[in-house]
């Protein structure tokens, strides 16, 4: 089973509804009653803590206020399900044993939220290999008065020793340099896009040479009254037939050797 991370963005609240039935009817149709665990990073180890019991087939959603005095504020919480006890403290990742299925995925839904309107998606977050890449396009920026633009990029992996990394942020028609950022590991990094001179008919280019993550794009009105949140998927599943993962790695390649040419 997959953790599920709680967003934390400047000016709105983060929360995740946990759903203890199977997204489909073949795989995992026995649903029974599981833990609602916390975990996060706290230096070089491994936090846990359970929020209590989700009985089968209801949904409970945990809130950024709720985890306030329990989780740091500078940790990403991961939210998950298992139906057996995790390790108050752990040097690795805890593996969750629980109810999964393939298609689709065991998923929560991962929102954030005003006094006036809220927005979310459906997802999941597995631990990734260390070190490994991020290849992606931003199309998700949005034009306006009074629009903020975010891109959060969400890292998990199974060991918690810090690293950093760098994410290049390039015009993908003229490969024109636009910014550069640290990026932390089991972390949700928060990058503000204005300010980069993007225009309307600009494509962002992402890059990240040691270090994978979730891109998601986040944007809200000043007010708060309308938000966004969206994300982008790697290359391979945009591959239908074929070895995805051997034409992933080709695509990224190529626009690496673009962006260092």
């Known amino acids: 089973m997959s953790y599920y991370p709680l967003l934390k963005v400047s000016g709105a609240q983060g929360w995740v ?3 203890n039935f199977s997204p489909n009817n073949w795989e995992a149709s026995a649903t029974r009653d599981q833990l609602v665990n916390v ?3 706290a230096g070089d180890i491994w936090m846990t803590a359970c929020l209590g019991v989700l009985k089968a087939g209801e949904t409970r959603t945990v809130t950024e206020q709720e985890l306030q005095g329990l989780v740091p504020d500078s940790a990403l919480p991961l939210l998950s399900l298992t139906q057996k006890p995790l390790p108050p403290q752990s040097q690795r990742l805890p593996r969750l044993e629980g109810m999964k299925t393939a298609t689709p995925a065991w998923r929560a839904s991962l929102g954030l939220s005003t006094s006036q309107t809220q927005t979310s998606y459906q997802g999941e977050m597995d631990p990734f290999p260390a070190p490994a890449s991020l290849l ?4 998700f920026v949005q034009f306006g008065a009074e629009i903020n633009n975010y891109l959060i990029l969400l890292n998990l992996e199974s060991s918690p020793i810090p690293r950093t990394d760098t994410l290049m942020i390039y015009d993908a028609h003229h490969l024109v340099l636009k910014g550069q950022f640290d990026v932390h590991n089991n972390q949700a990094t928060i990058i503000a896009l204005d300010g ?5 008919t600009d494509l962002p280019l992402f890059v990240c040479r040691t270090m994978a993550a979730i891109p998601l794009y986040f944007s809200r009105t000043a007010d708060g009254a309308f938000l966004s ?4 998927h790697p290359p391979a599943s945009l591959v239908v037939h074929g070895k995805r993962w051997e034409t992933q790695k080709m695509l990224k390649n190529r626009w690496f050797e673009k962006v260092t040419s």
């Open 229 to 232: 949140l969206e994300h982008t």
């Open 136 to 139: 992606t396009f931003g199309p």
């Open 39 to 41: 975990t996060w990073c």
């Open 17 to 19: 509804t946990l759903c």
């Open 196 to 200: 980069l001179g993007f225009h309307s």
